[in-house]
């Protein structure tokens, strides 16, 4: 422990001396010019993509009208946040996208750290790396096709559940594209099957960070398999559970698109259980016209999502500052 | 002793049931497509099919040039947007890491702040249809959201902070190159292993794009084969709800078996080179989590 922070000390000193050199050093403009211009597709293209559309946000107080175009449209005030948060709507969505995120914390979490744990304990090489490959392989599939695999499951006429699940314990067939209590269920195991063995990665990272002689040490204290987890793996995680569900926390506002809309196939059944943000402002921009009401929901992602970050970014570096993200 | 080859056993027993739960829905998808059609229709979707067939294979070879179009436009967006955003991530992240740059604190925080606010799809989608007419063009599947992430840009600049000395660069300045003969002739070669990990990334994200195909595409010639797969379930749904409220039958749609199949052909590349990328894949997402 007092090695690893007289270490960070001495990081501090050294960053702190390269800072001043760093002013020496700095070129004139003339020496900057020609890195200036190396750099100059990437400064364009995040200009175009990712700074003209946050000036655009002003779209969001007018009343956008296709024919008169971007700047000669009227502009509104706050009648579209005014009609957005008089809907159901903006409860709904507000509701699912926190819950479902709340949930695939806490689930995905839990699930990520029992793989991890269980992967580091099988020793043989081989076979970590051709479990991790299987548990791994669900992320690597576009939400599309995922789509076409539950729709394998759930389809009314011809899915395996129905077919043969339901079927051989007696019950009903049950339409699920247009069932919403099944839908919540449905989301979070769709979710936890593409994620949970991405997410494991992290976490197996950290428990061979792990020092050995600490389940050396403990094992001659006569502590079981069981207990060393409990009393060496998991108090050694914390850290980084606590970093990735403040960062998770942080992103609590942002759906995953292709998990709500590819998945329930767009049904409009379901749209009570299944309508976040992110399918709110698709909905309303593509498919229903709502231009005014869908980039009034965009700024609401926006503002909250960024002060979020900001909040949550703040909070790692007071307990974590390494891996804060500035 | 015995305890811990008694715990190993039940590790690998709990991982080789919770990897065949995880295995199983693909391998549906792959049975299903070799089902025979009208055994699919009768018994739904079935691990032991009661008769099996390349039907569905055999009809796709003839059918052939709209996947393969497809195929070739997956491939083309993949290659093309990988090559294009390996390049202009690394010469924009080059600068970064230079300490004798002027500008690299501001251009440090101009890519930064890209991953901390985001203006929306809207004001987005408006911009590259209206202004850049880039509907229905090849570029439409590789510019917009995925070219150049702040995220990838921060993770070049970091190896090259820290596995390239100044001495080298300056080296090479004294040896009269230029910055840009420096980048291409030095930290170009010696950012292999990073851009091996953002190449790997971004070209599945490529690959697998199908959102800004949603947006942007509706000409069929430009369909990639997730927009493809898209497209043929949304008509299904679609037909669907026609045939019951019309209460006719009969409409010719490509068969169950048929779109199991091409799904399993859209994620054989992804299985083809999965093997070889693995260690890669792990390691990038450890790097990637720790600090972007």
């Not at chain 1, 020496?24 to 597709?41: E, H, Q």
């Not at chain 1, 081989?126 to 599309?144: D, I």
């Amino acid at each position: 422990m007092h090695g690893v922070q007289r270490s960070d000390n001495g990081g501090k000193t050294n960053m702190a001396k390269s800072k001043t050199t760093d002013k020496k050093k700095k070129g004139s403009f003339g020496k900057s010019l020609p890195l200036l211009l190396i750099a100059l597709p990437g400064i364009v293209y995040l200009l175009i993509n990712n700074y003209i559309p946050i000036m655009g946000l002003f779209l969001a107080f007018k009343d956008f009208n296709f024919m008169k175009g971007v700047f000669k449209s009227d502009w509104c005030g706050l009648d579209n946040f005014r009609f957005l948060f008089l809907t159901k709507d903006a409860w709904i969505m507000t509701r699912n996208t926190l819950l479902y995120n709340i949930v695939f914390i806490i689930l995905g979490t839990v699930a990520a750290i029992f793989l991890a744990v269980l992967l580091c304990e099988l020793g043989n090489r081989l076979r970590v790396k051709l479990f991790q490959a299987a548990l791994l392989l669900p992320n690597l599939l576009s939400w599309v096709v995922i789509g076409f695999v539950a729709y394998a499951f759930l389809n009314a006429d011809t899915g395996f559940i129905n077919n043969t699940i339901m079927r051989n314990l007696g019950r009903d067939e049950i339409a699920w594209y247009t069932f919403p209590k099944a839908w919540p269920f449905i989301l979070v195991i769709v979710n936890l099957w593409k994620n949970a063995g991405y997410q494991s990665i992290v976490y197996m990272a950290g428990i061979s960070g792990i020092d050995k002689s600490l389940y050396e040490a403990a094992a001659l204290d006569g502590a079981t398999k069981l207990q060393q987890i409990f009393q060496v793996t998991l108090p050694l995680l914390k850290p980084t559970v606590i970093t990735l569900s403040i960062m998770a926390i942080g992103r609590i506002f942002y759906s995953d698109f292709g998990l709500f809309y590819q998945v329930p196939q767009n049904s409009g059944a379901l749209f009570n259980v299944t309508q976040t943000i992110d399918t709110y402002v698709y909905r309303g921009l593509m498919e229903l016209n709502n231009v005014g009401m869908s980039a009034a929901a965009g700024v609401y992602q926006s503002i909250i999502g960024f002060f979020l970050v900001l909040g949550a970014n703040a909070l790692v570096r007071k307990l974590d500052s390494d891996n804060a993200l500035f | 002793m015995t305890e811990s080859k008694s715990f190993n056993r039940a590790a690998t027993i709990i991982l080789t049931f919770l990897v065949i739960v995880t295995l199983l829905p693909i391998v549906l998808l792959v049975i299903a497509s070799f089902t025979k059609e009208q055994v699919l229709i009768q018994n739904g979707y079935s691990f032991f099919p009661k008769a099996l067939s390349l039907d569905a294979y055999y009809y796709m070879v003839k059918q052939g040039t709209v996947i393969v179009r497809a195929y070739g436009v997956s491939f083309l967006v993949t290659i093309l947007g990988t090559s294009l955003s390996v390049l202009i991530t690394t010469t924009l992240a080059y600068p970064m890491a230079r300490k004798s740059f002027r500008y690299r604190n501001i251009l440090s925080f101009f890519v930064f702040f890209t991953m901390l606010f985001h203006g929306g799809i809207v004001p987005s989608y408006i911009m590259w249809s209206r202004f850049f007419h880039i509907k229905n063009t090849l570029w439409a599947l590789i510019v917009p959201h995925y070219l150049v992430t702040g995220f990838n840009v921060i993770l070049v600049k970091n190896f090259y902070q820290n596995n390239v000395p100044d001495a080298l660069i300056e080296a090479a300045q004294i040896d009269g190159a230029s910055e840009l003969k420096t980048f291409y002739k030095i930290m170009f070669p010696l950012s292999r292993p990073v851009v091996a990990t953002i190449s790997l990334f971004t070209g599945l994200c490529y690959w697998n794009d199908w959102t800004n195909g949603l947006y942007y595409v509706d000409n069929e010639k430009l369909f990639s084969i997730q927009l493809l797969l898209m497209k043929i379930m949304n008509n299904i749904q679609a037909l669907r709800a026609n045939i019951v409220l019309m209460g006719t039958g009969t409409v010719e749609l490509p068969g169950s078996s048929v779109r199991m199949a091409m799904a399993f052909v859209g994620i054989l590349p992804i299985l083809i080179v999965y093997p070889f990328v693995q260690k890669y894949l792990v390691e990038g997402v450890v790097i990637g989590a720790v600090k972007g």
